[in-house]
């Protein structure tokens, strides 16, 4: 059983920054593809991006360029670096981990990920 806890969520102006982490029980052995997904207020729970065992990324159009995904094997931790936020990436953060075999990307349908994290609020203020 794979348990997932984020942290670093809070309040943050547009413009400035937040890095999220993930801390994960069970990480490298079991997991294929770890990712990012956020849910706004009254809207469906979206990929934001997406990194497998080899490094590998993917990112949703309005997260390129702005936010990175990376890993750290050593600690177990995903982290989500965000810059430039802007309203719109108001909402619930969530880390998920699927053990689906394969290269995931930011396309990976989200039943295909069994393991989710209890979510870390982001809200960003004009």
């Known amino acids: 059983q794979v348990q997932l806890v984020e942290s670093g969520g809070g309040s943050v102006q547009a413009g400035g920054s937040l890095r999220l982490s993930c801390a994960a029980s069970?990480?490298?052995?079991?997991?294929?593809?770890v990712a990012w997904f956020r849910q706004g207020s009254g809207k469906e729970r979206e990929a934001v991006a997406t990194i497998n065992r080899d490094g590998s990324t993917s990112y949703s159009e309005s997260a390129k360029g702005r936010f990175t995904i990376s890993q750290d094997h050593t600690k177990n931790t995903l982290n989500l670096q965000m810059n430039s936020l802007k309203p719109d990436d108001s909402a619930m953060y969530y880390c998920a981990s699927s053990t689906y075999p394969g290269t995931c990307s930011i396309s990976r349908p989200r039943h295909l990920f069994g393991y989710w994290g209890q979510g870390t609020q982001v809200t960003v203020s004009s």
């Open positions: 069970q990480y490298t052995s079991i997991n294929y593809c």
